[in-house]
């Protein structure tokens, strides 16, 4: 009998991943489920991107990059980072790996010891508590509600930091709630940082999906303070719908570039090289693509938001950003006969044949998460089949 390690023993599968699974199961059956849990665009990568991959091969360029990532993507980044936020880094400060999945991953592993605390806001993305985990850290949620917007308080970031906290993770736009933190609540968030000297975590994969008159901080502009203790974890995957090529990257302090890039070496050798070419011709060529696509999302939402608001039971914010709605669904769960919202999505994928994700995976109970990046056909639809499945049960 095989002993697996401590380490793996304690940790949550995705909802994501097996709600995802469960729904593809069914649509193998023939059932006609609607899938409103991906966590992708649903547009193809952009032809030029396609194309730059495609030569790069014909090139020969299939062989080992270094572990930290090509001197030209970097470049890239460095350009972007100079461009968007006129923030300025150098080659020894940008890490570039697997997806901004693994560069979290990574990022832990080289700077967490054993009993080292990072803070969470709740609702967050599944992965953050389990990688903290997986690099024997210790977790510490802060809980943002919905009268909060779902963003946490300088004050309540200072009464959770104790004398083992490591660093602090902001995630804007959110996912899962799709809410931006302003410049002035970053400032607060950061000040509280600064007289605590923790690092900050600054997740900003969904900053080119802002939706109204919204605008995107990272808190690494506000100050030279802010900047040296803020490591950005972003990458092409949403803005430029580049999910499967995985690359990310890290900008932050050398020294912790160095260590990050030093066990990649050990890891994953390089990022994959011809993905590596591709983002390339993403950040360095025409960007009209990620406007068409956000501008997309954002006529999904604008058509969709008042649907959902008109379900009985479901309490909803509107997002500022990302692709992603977080309806508070307890009240509907409840008048439809369910003991939790587990239940209820659950019901909702066999009975009405729509997948969504429960918020218990993201650390809000009360809450479902719908994504919007599918048609609005298909859209329209599946919010027409909850409204239904809530009338059909409701009980007064």
Not at 5 to 19: K, Y
Not at 24 to 48: F, R, S
Not at 241 to 268: F, N, P
Request: with cysteine; net charge negative; hydrophobic share 40%.
């Amino acid at each position: 009998m095989i002993n697996l390690a401590n380490r793996v023993q304690t940790l949550t599968p995705s909802t994501t991943l097996a709600i995802t699974a469960k729904a593809n199961e069914l649509k193998a059956k023939g059932v006609d489920i609607i899938g409103l849990g991906a966590g992708e665009p649903d547009y193809n990568t952009p032809e030029n991107i396609l194309k730059a991959a495609y030569q790069s091969m014909l090139e020969g360029k299939t062989k080992y990059t270094p572990a930290g990532g090509l001197p030209a993507l970097k470049e890239a980044i460095i350009n972007k980072l100079q461009r968007d936020q006129n923030l300025t880094y150098g080659q020894k400060e940008i890490m570039v790996g697997i997806g901004a999945k693994h560069v979290l991953y990574t990022l832990f592993q080289v700077l967490l010891n054993e009993g080292d605390e990072v803070i969470i806001p709740i609702p967050y993305w599944v992965s953050y508590p389990e990688q903290v985990k997986l690099a024997q850290g210790v977790p510490v949620y802060i809980e943002a509600t919905a009268s909060q917007s779902y963003k946490i308080s300088a004050d309540q970031l200072r009464e959770a930091i104790t004398d083992r906290t490591k660093a602090v993770i902001i995630n804007s736009p959110s996912n899962p709630t799709g809410m931006i933190y302003s410049k002035e609540e970053l400032a607060e968030l950061a000040e509280v940082c600064r007289e605590h000297d923790i690092l900050i975590v600054s997740d900003e994969i969904y900053e080119k999906l802002i939706y109204g008159q919204t605008t995107h901080t990272s808190v690494a502009e506000l100050s030279e303070d802010a900047k040296n203790r803020t490591i950005i974890i972003n990458g092409v995957s949403k803005s430029h719908s580049m999910t499967g090529w995985r690359i990310g990257y890290a900008a932050g302090d050398a020294e912790l570039i160095k260590a990050m890039t030093d066990l990649a070496s050990h890891s994953t050798s390089n990022p994959t090289t011809t993905s590596q070419y591709a983002a390339i011709e993403a950040y360095n060529g025409p960007q009209d693509t990620v406007e068409e696509m956000r501008s997309a999302f954002e006529s999904r939402l604008e058509a969709i938001f008042p649907k959902l608001e008109a379900i009985p039971g479901f309490k909803v914010i509107r997002p500022q950003g990302a692709f992603y709605l977080l309806p508070d669904v307890s009240e509907a769960a409840q008048k439809c006969g369910f003991a939790s919202v587990d239940d209820f999505v659950a019901a909702l994928l066999t009975e009405a044949n729509v997948a969504v994700i429960p918020g218990s995976g993201f650390g809000a109970h009360d809450t479902i998460r719908l994504s919007y990046a599918t048609s609005l056909e298909a859209l329209t639809e599946a919010v027409e089949r909850i409204h239904q499945f809530v009338s059909s049960k409701w009980k007064d």
